[in-house]
């Protein structure tokens, strides 16, 4: 997997080799950031479930001032350690459940990316969801990564839809606040 544009363009990035943590597909990746491209400059980025660091790292790349990377792996840590490792840019890489975070964090975001694993049941997305929408700044976008087959979940109130998009299996929506 590597870097789609901007700054960093071309950077492979490392995965982890763990059935339970899965790369977003590069297709959906590009779609997303084509869907954003004139949002990342000067943003303060969330990368929620983080696993490889490729969406936080996607930011940075596009000009994101600061990146937060959070995931409870320990190995996943690892991974995003070594992709940041030539990048020289402002980021933090926390090793916390995104539960904790999510309730604990007073920081406000512009961008906020959510992959939580499939198997999540859409009750535990839809409390997330709606205390995530306390982390987002006016205008704000939040990135959901879901499997096509997911059950959907509810739109916290005070979001509303700016995009979906299927992409193989992959179902991204976008909400704005």
């Given at each position: 997997?590597?870097?789609?544009?901007?700054?960093?363009?071309?950077?492979?990035?490392?995965?982890?080799?763990?059935?339970?943590?899965?790369?977003?597909?590069?297709?959906?990746?590009?779609?997303?950031?084509?869907?954003?491209?004139?949002?990342?400059?000067?943003s303060?980025?969330?990368?929620?479930?983080?696993?490889?660091?490729s969406?936080?790292?996607?930011?940075?790349?596009?000009?994101?001032?600061?990146?937060?990377?959070?995931?409870?792996?320990?190995?996943?840590?690892?991974?995003?350690?070594?992709?940041?490792?030539?990048?020289d840019?402002?980021?933090?890489?926390?090793?916390?459940?995104?539960?904790?975070?999510?309730?604990?964090?007073?920081?406000?975001?512009?961008?906020?990316?959510?992959?939580?694993?499939?198997?999540?049941?859409?009750?535990?997305?839809?409390?997330?969801?709606?205390?995530?929408?306390?982390?987002?700044?006016?205008?704000?976008?939040?990135?959901?990564?879901?499997?096509k087959s997911?059950?959907?979940?509810?739109?916290?109130?005070?979001?509303?839809l700016?995009?979906?998009?299927?992409?193989?299996?992959?179902?991204?929506?976008?909400?704005?606040?």
């Amino acid at each position: 997997m590597r870097i789609i544009a901007g700054k960093f363009k071309g950077l492979n990035i490392k995965t982890i080799n763990d059935p339970s943590t899965r790369p977003m597909m590069s297709r959906a990746r590009e779609g997303i950031f084509n869907s954003l491209q004139n949002d990342f400059n000067n943003s303060l980025v969330l990368d929620l479930f983080a696993g490889s660091g490729s969406l936080g790292i996607e930011a940075l790349s596009r000009g994101a001032s600061f990146v937060t990377f959070v995931d409870s792996s320990v190995d996943c840590k690892k991974i995003i350690d070594k992709n940041l490792s030539d990048i020289d840019q402002n980021f933090t890489v926390l090793v916390l459940s995104v539960h904790d975070y999510i309730t604990q964090s007073e920081k406000k975001f512009d961008i906020i990316f959510y992959d939580p694993p499939f198997s999540f049941l859409v009750n535990e997305i839809n409390s997330d969801l709606n205390t995530i929408q306390n982390l987002m700044r006016k205008n704000s976008k939040l990135i959901i990564h879901r499997h096509k087959s997911s059950v959907q979940f509810v739109y916290p109130e005070g979001l509303e839809l700016y995009k979906e998009k299927k992409y193989g299996q992959s179902n991204i929506t976008i909400l704005k606040k």
